[in-house]
């Protein structure tokens, strides 16, 4: 299983700009796929972003598109979201998710969060 450390979290205005970081350790960081989701007071959580083992495959939800980019080092074990043009509704806990698929089964791991807050 490998786990995961979210960094970069903070209050920013809105319009500002934010890069979140996830460091991975304990299993090959190369073979998982990496995502973001978030999770805002009272609502479910919520796909935000991923990107392929090799990087060569990004995805977005929609709100985000344009303005998110993830991308990741796999020299460095770490993924990283790259928030520009924050609005008020991005704000929310932010979680970094590995997944890799072993015997045709996905298994996840969850890092533990980083806050991010947009002032109007």
């Known amino acids: 299983q490998v786990q995961l450390v979210e960094s970069g979290g903070g209050l920013v205005q809105a319009g500002g700009s934010l890069r979140l970081s996830c460091a991975a350790s304990g299993r090959t960081f190369s073979n998982y796929t990496m995502g973001w989701f978030r999770q805002a007071p009272g609502k479910e959580r919520e796909f935000v972003a991923a990107?392929?083992?090799?990087?060569?495959?990004?995805h977005y939800r929609g709100s985000v598109k344009g303005r998110f980019a993830i991308s990741r080092d796999n020299a460095k074990n770490t993924v990283y979201l790259r928030m520009n043009g924050l609005k008020p509704e991005d704000t929310a806990v932010y979680y970094c998710y590995a997944e890799v698929i072993r015997a045709g089964l996905p298994f996840g791991s969850w890092g533990q969060g980083t806050q991010v807050t947009v002032s109007s």
């Open positions: 990107i392929s083992w090799s990087g060569g495959a990004t």
